[in-house]
Nanobody, 124 residues
Framework: VQLQASGGGLVQAGGSLRLSCAAS????????MGWFRQAPGKERQFVAA????????DYTDSVKGRFTISRDNAKNTVYLQMNSLRPEDTAVYYC??????????????????WGQGTLVTVSS
């Protein structure tokens, strides 16, 4: 599986961005997907995840009510709509695949394919 993330950029606090992650591979529709982020000098952390059919979703507490993860299996793409952005959301955002079918997982080691990352910078 190859993943291509896009949509990052510079935005003022309170603004919005939509990240996209396009996946190659015929079995995209079988995989749970996640978004993670890594701020400068910090460890990569979980942001949001969605099951293969969109039936279950999870978010880290700091983005609940502001971010929305979704997917379009016909387009092999997962999205992260980010609203009400804050300076502390500044990070490189990565999409990832959990290729082992099962429950929705949020821990990094469960994700075995990663995109290249897209930088989101939120100015105050």
């Amino acid at each position: 599986v190859q993943l291509q993330a896009s949509g990052g950029g510079l935005v003022q606090a309170g603004g919005s961005l939509r990240l996209s992650c396009a996946a190659s591979g015929r079995t995209f529709t079988s995989y749970n997907m996640g978004w993670f982020r890594q701020a400068p000098g910090k460890e990569r952390q979980f942001v949001a995840a969605i099951t293969w059919n969109g039936g279950m979703i999870d978010y880290t507490d700091s983005v609940k009510g502001r971010f929305t993860i979704s997917r379009d299996n016909a387009k092999n793409t997962v999205y992260l709509q980010m609203n009400s952005l804050r300076p502390e959301d500044t990070a490189v955002y990565y999409c990832a695949v959990d290729s082992r079918r099962g429950p929705l997982r949020i821990e990094l080691p469960h994700y075995d394919y990663w995109g290249q990352g897209t930088l989101v910078t939120v100015s105050s």
